[in-house]
C-alpha cells in the first residue's frame, strides 16, 4: 500500500499458488469488513461482508457471506495458525442455490469426493460443517478432513455418468442413463477420506430406486441400489420361467398365488467411478434366478399375510373364549351368592 508512481507498470495477478500465512499471535482486534468485489485464487467473489476477529494466532469469521459461484455462501468458522506449518481451517457454510458446474470447476474437493458433479447440471443448496488441516498451499489435506450436513439438489440432469450407463446395460433398459433430478435432498459424512451418503430415493418413470453407500479418494465406490421394478422389464423369457414356477408351487400347495407386477432387485455397485461394477442379487443375465427371486419375494409376502390372517383369527377366538369364560364364572358366583341368600 503507498503511492505509486504513474509511469509504474501494473502489477500481474501472480500465477504462484497460493502459501500459508501465519496469523500473528500479538494481534487482537475485531473488524467489520464489506467488500464489493474480492479476487481469491480463482474465484470471484461480490458482496463480500461480515466481521473479522483476529486474536491469538487465529482469525475467526462471524456472519460472513458473499456472492460466488452464482450463489449465496454464508459462513461462520475460524483460520488457525496455532502450529505455523500446519493451519487449520474450522467452519460452518450454508450455500445457497451454487451452479453444480461451477462447483466442480472451483473446489478440487468436490472433483476428488464428488466426481459425479462433473456430470451433473443445475444448481444445489447445502448446509454443511466441515473442519481440515491445510497443506503449504492452502488447499485441504483431504485424509483429515471431516464434514456433515444436508444436501439439497434443487434441480439438475445427470447424463453421461458411467455407474449409471452400467447400470442401465445391466437392467436392459436405457431409463437410468439419464435421471432427472428435483428437490432431492440427503445427509452426507466424510470421514477417512470417504463421502458416505445416507439413503435417498430416486423416482423415475415408476420405477423407485433408493440409494446409500460411500466412495473414496481413490475413487473407489461402494453402494447399495435397491430398485422396484416393474415386472415388465424382466423381459419375456424371466417372466415365462416366473409363471411357470409359480404355477407348478401354486399346484403343490393348492393355492393361487399371483406374481406382483412391482420386482423388487437389489443391486451392489462396486469398482470405481470410470470402471464400475454392477451386482444384482441373482445376476443380471440369470433369467432363473431372477424369476426365483420373484417367486420367493411373492412367497414370503403371501406367507406373511398368512400368518397375520391366522393370528388375527387366533386372537378373535381366544378373545371370545375369554369372554366366554367370564361369563361362565360370573354365573357361578350369582349362583353360589343366591344359596347363600
Sequence with gaps: ???????????????????????????????????????????????????????????????????????????????????????????????EKMDIQMAFQAFNTVKLLAPVAKYTKGTFSTNLKFDSKLDEHMMPVYSTINAEGLTNIIQAVLDGFEPLNKLASSLNSDKFKKLELNNLITRFKIKDGRLNVAPFDIKKDGILMNVQGSNGLDQTMDYNLGLNLPRAMLGAKANETANAMLAKLNNKAGTNVAISETIRVNAVLGGTFLKPTIKLKYGPSDATGTAKQAVSNVILEKKAALQAKAQAKIDTVTAKATEKVKDAIADKLNNLFKKKN
Aim: aromatic share 8%; proline share 5%.
Design 1 to 95: 500500500m503507498g503511492p505509486k508512481a504513474a509511469t509504474e507498470p501494473a502489477v500481474k495477478q501472480s500465477a504462484t499458488k497460493l502459501s500459508v500465512f501465519e496469523v500473528p499471535g500479538n494481534v487482537d482486534f475485531e473488524i467489520a469488513a464489506k467488500a464489493g468485489k474480492v479476487l481469491y485464487d480463482s474465484y470471484d467473489i461480490t458482496n463480500a461482508k461480515g466481521a473479522l476477529l483476529v486474536k491469538s494466532k487465529t482469525i475467526t469469521f462471524k456472519e460472513m457471506s458473499m456472492n460466488m459461484l452464482d450463489g449465496l455462501v454464508k459462513m461462520n468458522g475460524s483460520y488457525a495458525t496455532m502450529e505455523p506449518k500446519k493451519p487449520k481451517i474450522d467452519v460452518d457454510f450454508d450455500i
